[in-house]
């Protein structure tokens, strides 16, 4: 299930003037002219079509698209009893509103089918709202056919960023893009309210092709149908596995494709809903780039364990583009029907197309009894997690399964996934026995990110995973997104490598890591890629140089840098109903110095969301800039008390508390943040500083041994260590720590 807190601080989908379901609806130079048009000659694709989960993936309300039981059926969830009933042709729930108190509200569309199936609600302000109580489609001996709550261990009031009622449900932001076709979310940030649009209330032929009015007119032969005979007419051609298949050399095991693939275009038209992914643009358009209109997540934490397993739920592309599969030239419909989404084959079968049955699918190679669950190729290369507690989903890295490194780092392995009463050091040991010592795999960069994410990483091994080009782009691409700290004269080479790199999503990092260097080479790296051919890297130059006094600049340079900035702004304002995007904008306008629009934003992100803590922060961060502490501390403050439980909004307060000399309730705070976040290394460095700067350097010393234990290659708390236990005397323990830091390297 995803997790309840991190759910609200992402970016995911932005949307669709309620046209009739197959209207025509504008965009750009070419018109959607629905799929019934579409069917009349591709038959066969459109039968298959029919009944998929994108054919199901949102409809209106009626008898033959509910699926569940409204008939006077109730559900209690801690408390609240809704109740689902019929009032003529009308689908209606009674439920608690946004005030807490029951209300009826009618159901407008389902939303999805199987194994699960969410229900719409209009709410003012052109609001469509996702219901959190949801019907379990899956048959009754699967134990479904029943009502059941999304977080179901958890009280979710009225007032809960979870509610149903609140933006962290609301389709129009967050799911519209992705269940229709050429969905428009047309949000006003005057009044705050929607009048989202769309072609077709489905995923019908449009949302993967294009607008199809250019080729019907080449198909019908229309006036001037000539100038579409290159193409067809279509914005994309989804023709990358045309004449192509997977053959077989002599004594091979694996089957290699008859011609090497050299564009990414279907695997971008997937991701662009399969993929965990920030929107950057207001209107997409088929066939460009994916990263001109979406920045799709890195392998961060809580997305993903640090080998790169699925974590919370990521929706396939970035766990795909880790695999061996995707590098040797495999794509999506090699394995998936694209109209029916079922698979080419059953079971095994998918996976033999290109694995040999007589060396994969045997006992010796997966030592299981044939047929079992252990002898199934998924079970083993693309285990489950399951989300919105129901809904199973495969992880696509496809990976060797590594319980050797849930010993070492504790990440997930499909053994014990299966053998829930064995141990991972069991596991590791059996793997052992069969194929001796374990292979490091395709996705061989777990150590690295696991250290990176402990603060212990090695600067000289995130260099190394950055140069490796046969490393997978994503972790490239990651390792250059944590590098900045470690950034010295042995590795920065890694930062010229980084933005020179082929993959924009690598580039893209390499900018954030600028960050750490003086502002004069930043200029100097940062400014050719402000012209880049991709627009999530431009806007990130112009982030990253918003500090830079424009006036300064030569004529040529102002001007890219300002046109890049303007990418920027337009991108947040795409998202402008997402505090994420005010607190965006706010910490663009505070670098440049932009006092009353940096203000006017983070106020935005606050008043659209006040359990959004990062707003507090960062306009608490600009106003002690600017010399107004007491106005920080007042806003920290109030970040509590709308935090009570975050570790961040304490630490925060307690900093601002030290710069105002008010030591004893600093450290009550700092005291509280190490408490809430114990194994934040910084956190509790923090607080052991605050310690012996308090006059309770025994105090701290405990401390700083306790986070040692979780973080032993943390250099800080080392260095501290060795500094505090010199001050108190304790030479030998400081010789100690010192042998220790040693050990490390420079």
Same mark, same amino acid.
């Given at each position: 299930?995803?997790?309840?807190?991190?759910?609200?601080?992402?970016?995911?989908?932005?949307?669709?003037?309620?046209?009739? /379901?197959?209207?025509?609806?504008?965009?750009?130079?070419?018109?959607?002219?629905?799929?019934?048009?579409?069917?009349?000659?591709?038959?066969?694709?459109?039968?298959?079509?029919?009944?998929?989960?994108?054919?199901?993936?949102?409809?209106?309300?009626?008898?033959?698209?509910?699926?569940?039981?409204?008939?006077?059926?109730?559900?209690?969830?801690?408390?609240?009893?809704?109740?689902?009933?019929?009032?003529?042709?009308?689908?209606?729930?009674?439920?608690?509103?946004?005030?807490?108190?029951?209300?009826?509200?009618?159901?407008?569309?389902?939303?999805?089918?199987?194994?699960?199936?969410?229900?719409?609600?209009?709410?003012?302000?052109?609001?469509?709202?996702?219901?959190?109580?949801?019907?379990?489609?899956?048959?009754?001996?699967?134990?479904?056919?029943?009502?059941?709550?999304?977080?179901?261990?958890?009280?979710?009031?009225?007032?809960?960023?979870?509610?149903?009622?609140?933006?962290?449900?609301?389709?129009?932001?967050?799911?519209?893009?992705?269940?229709?076709?050429?969905?428009?979310?047309?949000?006003?940030?005057?009044?705050?309210?929607?009048?989202?649009?769309?072609?077709?209330?489905?995923?019908?032929?449009?949302?993967?092709?294009?607008?199809?009015?250019?080729?019907?007119?080449?198909?019908?032969?229309?006036?001037?149908?000539?100038?579409?005979?290159?193409?067809?007419?279509?914005?994309?051609?989804?023709?990358?596995?045309?004449?192509?298949?997977?053959?077989?050399?002599?004594?091979?095991?694996?089957?290699?494709?008859?011609?090497?693939?050299?564009?990414?275009?279907?695997?971008?038209?997937?991701?662009?809903?399969?993929?965990?992914?920030?929107?950057?643009?207001?209107?997409?358009?088929?066939?460009?780039?994916?990263?001109?209109?979406?920045?799709?997540?890195?392998?961060?934490?809580?997305?993903?364990?640090?080998?790169?397993?699925?974590?919370?739920?990521?929706?396939?592309?970035?766990?795909?583009?880790?695999?061996?599969?995707?590098?040797?030239?495999?794509?999506?419909?090699?394995?998936?029907?694209?109209?029916?989404?079922?698979?080419?084959?059953?079971?095994?079968?998918?996976?033999?197309?290109?694995?040999?049955?007589?060396?994969?699918?045997?006992?010796?190679?997966?030592?299981?009894?044939?047929?079992?669950?252990?002898?199934?190729?998924?079970?083993?290369?693309?285990?489950?997690?399951? /989300?919105?507690?129901?809904?199973?989903?495969?992880?696509?890295?496809?990976?060797?399964?590594?319980?050797?490194?849930?010993?070492?780092?504790?990440?997930?392995?499909?053994?014990?996934?299966?053998?829930?009463?064995?141990?991972?050091?069991?596991?590791?040991?059996?793997?052992?026995?069969?194929?001796?010592?374990?292979?490091?795999?395709?996705?061989?960069?777990?150590?690295?990110?696991?250290?990176?994410?402990?603060?212990?990483?090695?600067?000289?091994?995130?260099?190394?995973?950055?140069?490796?080009?046969?490393?997978?782009?994503?972790?490239?691409?990651?390792?250059?997104?944590?590098?900045?700290?470690?950034?010295?004269?042995?590795?920065?080479?890694?930062?010229?490598?980084?933005?020179?790199?082929?993959?924009?999503?690598?580039?893209?990092?390499?900018?954030?890591?600028?960050?750490?260097?003086?502002?004069?080479?930043?200029?100097?790296?940062?400014?050719?890629?402000?012209?880049?051919?991709?627009?999530?890297?431009?806007?990130?130059?112009?982030?990253?140089?918003?500090?830079?006094?424009?006036?300064?600049?030569?004529?040529?340079?102002?001007?890219?840098?300002?046109?890049?900035?303007?990418?920027?702004?337009?991108?947040?304002?795409?998202?402008?109903?997402?505090?994420?995007?005010?607190?965006?904008?706010?910490?663009?306008?505070?670098?440049?110095?932009?006092?009353?629009?940096?203000?006017?934003?983070?106020?935005?992100?606050?008043?659209?969301?006040?359990?959004?803590?990062?707003?507090?922060?960062?306009?608490?961060?600009?106003?002690?800039?600017?010399?107004?502490?007491?106005?920080?501390?007042?806003?920290?403050?109030?970040?509590?008390?709308?935090?009570?439980?975050?570790?961040?909004?304490?630490?925060?307060?307690?900093?601002?508390?030290?710069?105002?000399?008010?030591?004893?309730?600093?450290?009550?705070?700092?005291?509280?943040?190490?408490?809430?976040?114990?194994?934040?290394?910084?956190?509790?460095?923090?607080?052991?500083?605050?310690?012996?700067?308090?006059?309770?350097?025994?105090?701290?010393?405990?401390?700083?041994?306790?986070?040692?234990?979780?973080?032993?290659?943390?250099?800080?708390?080392?260095?501290?260590?060795?500094?505090?236990?010199?001050?108190?005397?304790?030479?030998?323990?400081?010789?100690?720590?010192?042998?220790?830091?040693?050990?490390?390297?420079?």
């Amino acid at each position: 299930m995803v997790s309840k807190r991190c759910l609200v601080a992402v970016l995911l989908f932005f949307s669709a003037v309620l046209l009739p /379901y197959g209207g025509t609806h504008a965009a750009g130079d070419d018109e959607f002219v629905g799929g019934e048009t579409c069917a009349g000659c591709h038959e066969a694709e459109h039968n298959r079509w029919k009944g998929s989960h994108h054919d199901l993936a949102m409809l209106p309300a009626s008898p033959a698209s509910v699926l569940g039981d409204f008939d006077n059926a109730e559900f209690d969830h801690y408390g609240v009893t809704s109740r689902f009933f019929r009032d003529g042709e009308r689908f209606v729930v009674r439920t608690d509103g946004s005030d807490g108190r029951l209300q009826e509200f009618e159901v407008s569309y389902t939303f999805g089918a199987f194994p699960l199936q969410q229900y719409l609600v209009e709410l003012p302000g052109g609001r469509l709202q996702a219901l959190t109580v949801a019907w379990d489609s899956r048959p009754a001996e699967d134990g479904g056919q029943r009502w059941f709550h999304l977080y179901p261990d958890e009280q979710i009031p009225y007032d809960d960023v979870l509610h149903w009622t609140q933006p962290s449900q609301n389709w129009n932001s967050r799911c519209a893009e992705c269940h229709s076709t050429a969905l428009r979310k047309n949000y006003d940030a005057q009044t705050r309210s929607f009048d989202s649009s769309w072609a077709e209330v489905n995923v019908a032929c449009e949302a993967c092709h294009g607008p199809g009015s250019d080729h019907l007119s080449w198909a019908r032969r229309d006036a001037g149908w000539e100038q579409f005979e290159e193409g067809f007419g279509l914005r994309v051609r989804l023709d990358e596995r045309r004449g192509v298949h997977w053959r077989f050399d002599a004594d091979a095991s694996i089957a290699r494709r008859s011609a090497a693939r050299d564009s990414a275009r279907e695997i971008e038209t997937c991701a662009r809903c399969h993929a965990r992914r920030s929107p950057i643009s207001e209107g997409f358009r088929h066939g460009e780039p994916l990263l001109d209109h979406y920045l799709p997540a890195l392998l961060s934490e809580g997305l993903y364990y640090p080998d790169g397993q699925i974590d919370d739920e990521v929706y396939v592309y970035g766990s795909f583009m880790q695999s061996r599969m995707q590098a040797a030239g495999v794509t999506c419909s090699d394995c998936h029907d694209p109209h029916s989404l079922e698979l080419r084959a059953p079971g095994n079968g998918v996976c033999l197309q290109c694995h040999r049955a007589t060396d994969y699918d045997v006992p010796r190679h997966h030592f299981h009894e044939p047929g079992s669950s252990g002898a199934s190729c998924a079970e083993c290369h693309m285990p489950t997690r399951t /989300y919105m507690v129901v809904d199973p989903r495969h992880d696509h890295s496809m990976r060797i399964p590594r319980p050797d490194l849930s010993v070492e780092i504790g990440t997930p392995n499909a053994c014990t996934m299966c053998h829930v009463d064995r141990s991972d050091r069991w596991a590791a040991d059996q793997v052992s026995e069969w194929y001796g010592d374990p292979e490091p795999g395709y996705q061989d960069y777990a150590k690295t990110l696991h250290a990176a994410r402990r603060g212990e990483a090695s600067g000289e091994e995130l260099a190394a995973l950055v140069r490796d080009t046969e490393a997978p782009a994503i972790a490239r691409a990651t390792a250059m997104a944590t590098i900045g700290p470690y950034l010295g004269s042995r590795n920065v080479d890694a930062l010229e490598f980084g933005l020179a790199d082929a993959d924009a999503a690598v580039r893209a990092a390499a900018l954030g890591a600028l960050e750490a260097i003086p502002p004069q080479l930043r200029v100097q790296f940062a400014f050719p890629l402000l012209r880049d051919p991709v627009r999530a890297v431009r806007i990130e130059a112009a982030r990253v140089l918003a500090t830079i006094p424009v006036g300064d600049l030569p004529a040529e340079q102002r001007r890219a840098l300002e046109a890049a900035e303007r990418e920027y702004i337009a991108a947040q304002l795409a998202n402008a109903e997402r505090p994420e995007a005010q607190t965006n904008l706010g910490n663009f306008y505070a670098a440049k110095g932009e006092r009353r629009p940096a203000i006017e934003a983070y106020r935005s992100a606050m008043e659209l969301a006040p359990y959004y803590l990062p707003a507090y922060i960062n306009l608490a961060d600009f106003y002690r800039r600017v010399g107004l502490e007491s106005d920080a501390l007042e806003l920290l403050q109030q970040a509590v008390e709308q935090n009570p439980g975050n570790a961040s909004a304490h630490h925060a307060l307690g900093l601002s508390l030290v710069r105002l000399q008010r030591y004893d309730a600093a450290l009550a705070e700092l005291a509280r943040a190490a408490e809430l976040a114990p194994d934040d290394a910084v956190i509790v460095y923090v607080y052991a500083v605050a310690l012996n700067s308090m006059g309770q350097p025994r105090n701290a010393i405990a401390v700083l041994q306790q986070a040692l234990a979780r973080h032993p290659r943390n250099r800080e708390i080392l260095g501290a260590l060795v500094s505090f236990s010199r001050d108190s005397g304790d030479i030998a323990g400081a010789q100690r720590y010192a042998e220790q830091l040693r050990a490390l390297g420079p």
